[in-house]
T-cell receptor, first 112, second 110 residues
Framework: EAQVTQNPRYLITVTGKKLTVTCSQN?????MSWYRQDPGLGLRQIYY???????DKGDVPEGYKVSRKEKRNFPLILESPSPNQTSLYFC???????????FGPGTRLTVL | DAKTTQPNSMESNEEEPVHLPCNHS???????IHWYRQLPSQGPEYVIH???SNVNNRMASLAIAEDRKSSTLILHRATLRDAAVYYC???????????FGTGTRLTIIP
């Protein structure tokens, strides 16, 4: 089944403890992206990647890192999480030029 | 990016058609009109997109005004499973970035 998977789905952590949220897609898509969703602010893009080893900042990249070493994986790294990064995170992928993005199920992160 | 304007919320009766409007008066000639929806506790889901002509797929139809300054997403026979937030998004060809607004929260009344 074609899908985007994220792990973990739920995470509660404390300020400053490094964490990684994984994202994987099995559709051989070139483009991958991370969004965060907050009440009243909608979905905002954090980082995106046009292909392997090519990443760029979205609208709200501060406090996040990403890497794209393989086509299928696009992990989101929080080196020193803070409470303002408490949010619902979505990973998405799409084939280049198709403009149809497939979203993962979301990761709910709470930073205490 | 060109902006879209949608009503905050709409209600519709089950098994009736639903017309969700979207205004995009500053649309450029190369902007595609995309619709996504987000069901409760799920990630956004692609619904349909178009450029100039009306489009149909298994989920919905998209009617685009002749001047392209507005469009309407049509659900032909709403079910309870169609209750979601619907987002109208303009996307320039070759640009993958989706800019989500607040969307329209659709409530289906049984």
């Amino acid at each position: 089944e074609a899908q985007v998977t994220q792990n973990p789905r739920y995470l509660i952590t404390v300020t400053g403890k490094k964490l990684t949220v994984t994202c994987s897609q099995n559709m051989n898509h070139e483009y991958m992206s991370w969004y965060r969703q907050d009440p009243g602010l909608g979905l905002r893009q954090i980082y995106y990647s046009m292909n392997v080893e090519v990443t760029d900042k979205g609208d709200v990249p501060e406090g996040y890192k990403v890497s794209r070493k393989e086509k299928r994986n696009f992990p989101l790294i929080l080196e020193s999480p803070s409470p303002n990064q408490t949010s619902l995170y979505f990973c998405a992928s799409s084939p280049r030029g198709r403009n149809t993005q497939y979203f993962g199920p979301g990761t709910r992160l709470t930073v205490l | 990016d060109a902006k879209t304007t949608q009503p905050n919320s709409m209600e519709s009766n089950e098994e009736e058609p639903v017309h969700l409007p979207c205004n995009h008066s500053t649309i450029s000639g190369t902007d595609y009109i995309h619709w996504y929806r987000q069901l409760p506790s799920q990630g956004p889901e692609y619904v349909i997109h178009g450029l100039t002509s009306n489009v149909n797929n298994r989920m919905a139809s998209l009617a685009i005004a002749e001047d392209r300054k507005s469009s309407t997403l049509i659900l032909h026979r709403a079910t309870l499973r169609d209750a979601a937030v619907y987002y109208c998004i303009l996307l320039n060809f070759g640009n993958e970035k989706l800019t989500f607004g607040t969307g329209t929260r659709l409530t289906i009344i049984p």
